[in-house]
């Protein structure tokens, strides 16, 4: 088993939700940021992070790298795998790719009062979504991350197939990623899962 779907969308833009979602339409095993940690996989991140944006230019990441980590699961989303985008889409060259997007002052409060939130006010290092802190916006999220998204989003729009690629939403729910993924629409919820729910107001207190 390879990825033969490729989500490039941030976190905090439905990532979590849309891999449940996966779930429930036949995708067995989604690489999500929780199995990270779960299948012990932070120091292989962390190098690939380092190896790719740690010195001048950025290498290629060979595919046996990513498969060294990716090659039981079906699917990806969400970091740190979405930072690899050229290096994904050449090592799985048939696979679909989902943008997950949002309203972008909406995603700027969510990033702001979850991961952000978290990085400036724990004391220890949490590893690898520190060094994604450090690679995309410099440790400075207010201040860099909404042209981060901006130049993400144009990025992946310029290289990706354009017959390989859906732009999405997760309130769009069901049809049009059904139709995009040839599956049928399911009787159930579109999910709606956040991780971080419990951890907003644990800090509002």
């Known amino acids: 088993m390879s990825p033969t779907l490729l989500i490039f969308g941030l976190p905090r833009t439905g990532t979590q939700s849309l891999a449940d979602a996966l779930m429930l339409i036949g995708y067995e095993k989604v690489y999500h940021m929780r199995e990270v940690r779960k299948n012990d996989h932070v120091s292989a991140w962390n190098d690939l992070l380092d190896k790719k944006f740690g010195g001048e230019g950025q290498p290629s990441i060979k595919r046996d790298e990513l498969e060294a980590i990716l090659r039981d699961y079906d ?28 309203d972008e002052d909406a995603w700027m409060k969510s990033m702001e009062s979850t991961l952000w939130a978290d990085f400036v006010n724990r004391k220890e ?75 907003k107001a644990a800090i509002k207190k």
């Open 75 to 102: 699917a990806t989303s969400d970091a740190p795998a979405c930072f690899f985008v050229e290096d994904l889409i050449q090592a799985y060259p048939t696979a679909k790719i989902i943008l997950t997007t949002r």
């Open 125 to 199: 290092p949490r590893y690898p979504i520190d060094k994604c802190h450090k690679y995309c916006w410099s440790n400075d999220f207010p201040m860099n991350g909404r042209k981060f998204f901006r130049d993400y989003q144009d990025h992946l729009r310029q290289i990706a197939p354009k017959d390989r690629i859906l732009e999405y939403e997760v309130k769009q729910g069901w049809k049009h990623l059904c139709e995009f993924l040839g599956k049928d629409i399911p009787d159930q919820a579109f999910p709606r899962s956040d991780d971080w729910a419990g951890f």
